[in-house]
């Protein structure tokens, strides 16, 4: 039988590391040290590998990720022969070519533009938006002024072969995406003109330099022909891109409407916060968009790509044919095929 001082003794133990077991519930995730495969940088489709190369410029030399993912997402966005990003972009239904980009630090700083035209390089944008005001998001005409306020040139987007296939498709405007075009540099065929021959994407950029530190990004053009002032997933931080550096970064690409009724980019993250690989946070969170609408989730694209504090990655998509681009001190043109669904 336990006498009085013993019995306060052991209470009080048992007070106490009642206490540290709460206090180590809610204290922050400690941050590993950095692992054999850091830096590493991950992004979405095979033309991830050029963007993939230039980021590595900036990681391979002790750079931050952050820099890396603005320095490799320019690439596709310059690039004239990638109409679903960036200036060459196909338009609206109207002819506009409108961008819209997000970017996001370790430090859960983050910046986006939504529907602006005539800029060229819409994640810097998106970076300055973080770094020089108090907002997240810029959208329309505001974007546009903003960028010229701050240095950037206005350009005519529109280019030749856009506003070719854009007059080809105003002959049926009818608009019916196909399912990871993305890895087709589509050229409009004379007199024939199936509506789903044209579609959009993005790139979706995930970096961990070596310091360990996690930035993300995300740029598009958006849906060809969509609705003028469609907006999707892309710049929409948690939706197309989220990252939190305790845990890992996910990114999104394919039909932007499913990626934001679901909160996409930021449940991929809050289930590696959970425990689970990013495989499989991507798996459970594609599953979600099937158990929603199991009506449309065959019919249409949508695809997660995750990364974690430890270098580890991991895609899953709605349908084959998913693919990303990942490089590191051992390789960087690596180009892996997405699990899917269906």
């Known amino acids: 039988m336990l006498d009085r001082r013993k019995f306060i003794l052991t209470t009080s133990l048992a007070a106490t590391g009642a206490a540290l077991?709460?206090?180590?519930?809610?204290?922050?995730?400690?941050?590993?040290?950095?692992?054999?495969?850091?830096?590493i940088i991950i992004s979405t489709w095979d033309f991830g590998v050029a963007a993939n190369q230039a980021a590595w410029k900036v990681l391979s030399t002790g750079g931050r990720a952050l820099d890396a993912v603005e320095a490799g997402?320019?690439?596709?966005?310059?690039?004239?022969?990638?109409?679903?990003?960036?200036?060459?972009g196909y338009p609206d239904r109207d002819g506009?070519?409108?961008?819209?980009?997000?970017?996001?630090?370790?430090?859960?700083?983050?910046?986006?533009?939504?529907g602006m035209e005539y800029i060229?390089?819409?994640?810097?944008?998106?970076?300055?938006?973080?770094?020089?005001?108090?907002?997240?998001?810029?959208?329309?005409?505001?974007?546009?002024?903003?960028?010229?306020?701050?240095?950037?040139?206005?350009?005519?987007?529109?280019?030749?072969?856009?506003?070719?296939a854009w007059k080809e498709w105003l002959k049926t405007s009818k608009y019916q995406p196909e399912m990871n075009?993305?890895?087709?540099?589509?050229?409009?065929?004379?007199?024939?003109?199936?509506?789903?021959?044209?579609?959009?994407?993005?790139?979706?950029?995930?970096?961990?330099?070596?310091?360990?530190?996690?930035?993300?990004?995300?740029?598009?053009?958006?849906?060809?022909?969509?609705?003028?002032?469609r907006v999707g997933d892309s710049p929409i931080i948690g939706a197309g891109l989220f990252v939190d550096n305790e845990v890992g970064g996910a990114t999104s690409t394919g039909v932007g409407e499913e990626v934001i009724r679901?909160?996409?980019?930021?449940?991929?993250?809050?289930?590696?916060?959970?425990?689970?690989?990013?495989?499989?946070?991507?798996?459970?969170?594609?599953?979600?968009?099937?158990?929603?609408?199991?009506?449309?989730?065959?019919t249409i694209q949508v695809g997660f790509l995750a990364i974690n504090k430890k270098g580890e990655y991991g895609a899953y998509a709605l349908q084959k044919g998913f693919s990303y681009a990942v490089c590191n001190a051992q390789k960087q043109d690596l180009i892996i095929k997405g699990k899917s669904i269906y």
């Open 96 to 114: 506009h070519v409108t961008l819209d980009a997000c970017i996001m630090d370790e430090k859960g700083n983050c910046g986006g533009v939504a």
């Open 181 to 229: 075009i993305e890895n087709k540099h589509f050229t409009p065929v004379p007199n024939k003109m199936p509506g789903n021959q044209y579609n959009h994407d993005t790139i979706g950029m995930l970096a961990v330099d070596a310091a360990g530190n996690i930035s993300g990004a995300c740029t598009t053009s958006g849906m060809a022909f969509k609705l003028h002032g």
């Open 21 to 39: 077991n709460l206090r180590s519930l809610a204290a922050p995730i400690a941050a590993p040290a950095p692992s054999s495969q850091l830096p």
């Open 120 to 164: 060229d390089h819409p994640i810097s944008v998106a970076r300055m938006v973080m770094e020089k005001t108090p907002h997240v998001l810029l959208v329309g005409d505001g974007a546009t002024q903003f960028a010229v306020a701050n240095g950037f040139t206005k350009k005519q987007l529109l280019t030749p072969d856009s506003e070719k």
């Open 262 to 298: 679901n909160v996409g980019s930021f449940l991929v993250v809050e289930l590696m916060r959970q425990g689970m690989k990013p495989e499989d946070a991507c798996r459970e969170a594609v599953n979600r968009i099937v158990k929603k609408k199991p009506e449309i989730a065959k």
């Open 73 to 88: 997402a320019r690439v596709p966005e310059a690039d004239p022969n990638n109409h679903s990003v960036g200036a060459a």
